[in-house]
């Protein structure tokens, strides 16, 4: 409930804020001298952008001053007339981050890689589960066969002949309706010898067709360092007849039990961690973490990469306000001068003077505001979403004043020793070749190791009962009684011994993995030498920068108070001129310009070193949190690895840190 109420008072106070921010633009800007005019080249920023981030009064000034300079530029020299009806986008350092990582597409192509990587790690460590094969069938035939018989012996008959040989009947017509009648009859005799003839005839199963099922359970094994086992219990159904009518035992079950184990013999080709599965097991793992350190990497670039244009992008925009600060001084002075000359106090030619320096100010705020639009679109090229193209905008940076202030002492040890050993531990680029170079090194172990001679171990082993004349009553029977009582028992061993003579394929992979192992190690050492270099380069930019930073911060008190004194000076009637008022204004100018670029110059280094360390992820993640809780659950996050993973979140799903 407290958090509803929290988030109702927010939003009032944001609406609030938004509505004095649209009406609060034109009352600032007739504040100024009315030589300029007030019509709006960028449109207000709409409330929306103001739901992340709350600015404070400083910051509502200075986009005021903003909207004021980009009107000044369209209404004096129309040279920004193209910029009219453009959108002013505020962007914290944090969205900018958020929006670079949701923009990139090779991140999310190393965020596939990642997740490829895993499941080829899961497809490795499956080929270790058991696996198991259930087969059911039946099967029936029916078989006809065409064969011999057997032999006929026929008698020769041959007809009598004389007067005995026809018997003669009597009748009264040769026709009997419309058919010939018989007449008489005569006798065969049988004649000496025999006429033989073979018949063939189609016979099939004497006691019908033949019907069997059977079962089948296996379960295949492949066992670490090399070994395979597969252990198989089979169950068939046939019935055995014994006679013709088909009466049988009514026991046609019978089962077999087979077991087979391979494996290679110790110090021999594929036995041990030199195994092809295992090696493949070890290598997916690699890939798996190397996935995840190049994920990293991309992360930690691109961060880096938006944080530089981002703090270009701040830089430009404070410089833009320092040279209408400055433009406004010298225009203020040139109208103090004018009514001078006008009281004759003055010289026209000190007017003259004044108009030139007036006009080389309004340049030079013209450069930065084109510097401004230069580092806005920089900076939209990394954020610019898909669909979301960031058209007719001009992105200003807002919620970064504290980020420019020193770091605490803690965060900022610069002994250069634990900096770079703990780079070296933390860079997800030397993980990368610590992953290479282990995954090459094992490469070159395996090739050698395939290279010795295959011993091998067979062994077969059955326990079964044919159930060709007397079986089981049921599958289950048979299954089990058969372990102690099987009709039939085999067992084989065989032991194989293999060498290859003048294998110049094999030798060849040898060299050509201990070729790459060795290309390996001197990648390593580059990448150790760059990180170690980036390191140095940040910590001595951060030094030089800090050292500037200093020199500049004097230089600009001293600018200021010299320009205080001239201004009392001249206010009491002294021999100061305004001429040498705006000179020392401009020399104010320039030290402000110093004092900046040393401060950008620390703030940039700063997050080179953090970059270098590897630590920009995190830093960035830190950035958006709203209380001590959650900066230690980021840090957690950072410890346990989970925070590539709770950056993966806020890529696919829109989340936020």
């Known amino acids: ?105 090779s991140l999310r192509i190393a965020g596939l890689d990642a997740d490829k990587a895993r499941l080829a790690l899961q497809q490795a460590e499956a080929v270790f589960d058991p696996t198991f094969v259930v087969s059911v069938g039946r099967t029936e035939s029916v078989t006809y066969e065409r064969r011999r018989s057997g032999t006929v012996y026929l008698r020769n008959l041959q007809p009598l002949t004389g007067s005995n040989s026809v018997l003669t009947i009597p009748i009264t017509s040769s026709v009997v309706d419309g058919y010939p009648k018989m007449t008489h009859m005569g006798y065969l005799q049988q004649s000496s010898g025999y006429t033989t003839r073979s018949y063939r005839v189609h016979s099939g199963e004497a006691n019908g067709p033949l019907e069997t099922r059977s079962v089948t359970v296996a379960i295949r094994q492949q066992l670490p360092w090399g070994p395979q086992l597969s252990l198989t219990q089979s169950a068939s159904m046939k019935e055995t007849y014994y006679d013709s009518r088909r009466n049988a035992f009514q026991r046609p079950w019978g089962a077999a039990l087979a077991l087979n184990l391979w494996m290679p013999l110790p110090y021999m080709k594929g036995f041990g961690r030199m195994a092809t599965q295992d090696v493949a097991l070890r290598q997916a793992e690699i890939n798996r973490a190397r996935g995840d350190a190049q994920l990293d990497a991309f992360i930690n670039g691109i961060l880096a990469q938006v944080d530089s244009a981002y703090w270009d992008s701040a830089e430009a925009f404070l410089r833009l306000l320092a040279a209408v600060d400055n433009r406004y001084s010298a225009q203020v002075r040139y109208g103090h001068l004018a009514r001078m000359v006008a009281e004759q106090q003055a010289r026209n030619y000190d007017r003259q003077q004044m108009a030139v320096e007036l006009k080389q100010r309004q340049i030079q705020e013209e450069e930065a505001r084109q510097a401004l639009a230069t580092a806005s679109l920089k900076l939209g090229v990394l954020i610019e979403e898909q669909g979301n193209a960031l058209e007719q905008t001009l992105i200003l940076p807002i919620g970064f004043d504290h980020l420019l202030k020193s770091p605490p002492m803690e965060r900022l040890e610069l002994d250069l020793e634990p900096l770079t050993k703990q780079a070296l531990a933390q860079r997800p680029e030397m993980k990368m070749a610590d992953f290479h170079l282990k995954a090459d090194t094992l490469e070159h172990r395996y ?94 930019g951060l030094l030089s920068s800090q050292q500037r930073e200093e020199a500049a911060q004097t230089a600009l008190h001293l600018a200021n108070d010299t320009l205080s004194h001239a201004k009392r000076i001249a206010e009491n009637k002294g021999s100061i001129s305004e001429w040498e008022l705006i000179v020392k204004s401009q020399d104010v100018h320039q030290a402000k310009l110093a004092h900046l670029t040393a401060q950008m110059d620390r703030r940039r280094a700063y997050s080179k070193l953090l970059a270098a360390r590897g630590l920009l992820t995190q830093e960035a993640a830190l950035q958006g949190t709203v209380n001590a809780f959650d900066q230690y659950r980021i840090r957690l996050l950072g410890k346990s690895r989970g925070a590539p993973r709770f950056l993966d979140k806020i890529i696919h799903h829109h989340e936020y840190w």
């Open 447 to 540: 090739r050698k190791h395939q290279s010795r001679p295959d011993l091998s171990l067979s062994a077969d082993f059955s326990h079964s009962q044919d159930n060709s004349t007397y079986g089981y009553r049921s599958m289950t029977q048979a299954m089990s009684v058969n372990l102690t009582e099987p009709d039939t028992q085999a067992m084989s061993t065989t032991v194989n011994f293999k060498r290859v003579l003048g294998h110049r394929a094999a030798e060849g992979q040898v060299t050509l993995a201990g070729i790459n192992l060795e290309g390996r190690k001197l990648d390593r050492d580059a990448v150790s030498h760059s990180i170690v270099r980036e390191v140095y380069d940040a910590v001595s």
């Open 1 to 105: 409930m407290s958090g509803l109420i929290l988030r109702g008072v927010r939003s009032t106070a944001l609406l609030g804020l938004g509505l004095c921010w649209v009406v609060m633009l034109p009352a600032a800007s007739r504040a100024e001298p009315a030589t300029e005019k007030t019509e709006a080249v960028l449109e207000p920023i709409p409330l929306t952008d103001f739901l992340d981030f709350v600015p404070t009064a400083q910051e509502r000034r200075r986009y005021r001053t903003l909207q004021r300079s980009f009107n000044n530029a369209n209404n004096a020299q129309g040279a920004w007339r193209s910029m009219r009806g453009w959108k002013g986008v505020l962007i914290t350092p944090r969205q900018a981050y958020i929006r670079a990582l949701r923009k990139n597409l």
